[in-house]
């Protein structure tokens, strides 16, 4: 895992694949089972967003943009 933001609220991974699998996301999946209220989110180069066992993966510019917007922090 690259990064815990606040009190283990939301959890990310970033990979530079363009094609992640469920074996990229072994960081956050080992992270959630202690930390259960973590949103887990996987920013990749993935064409389009999608959830996998729980486990949001976003193209970098969608979470870049939500970031942004304060939609993965709320301010």
């Known amino acids: 895992m690259d ?13 530079s694949s363009d094609n992640t699998r469920p074996s ?3 960081g ?11 949103r887990p989110i996987l920013v990749s180069l993935d064409p389009r967003p999608k959830t996998v066992n729980g486990i949001e993966t976003l193209p970098a510019t969608i979470f870049l943009k939500k970031l942004w917007s304060g939609e993965i922090i709320k301010p």
């Open 28 to 38: 956050l999946r080992a992270f959630i089972q202690e930390h259960s209220q973590a």
């Open 3 to 15: 990064m815990v933001i606040g009190d283990a609220e939301v959890a990310i991974e970033i990979k």
């Open 24 to 26: 990229d996301s072994s």
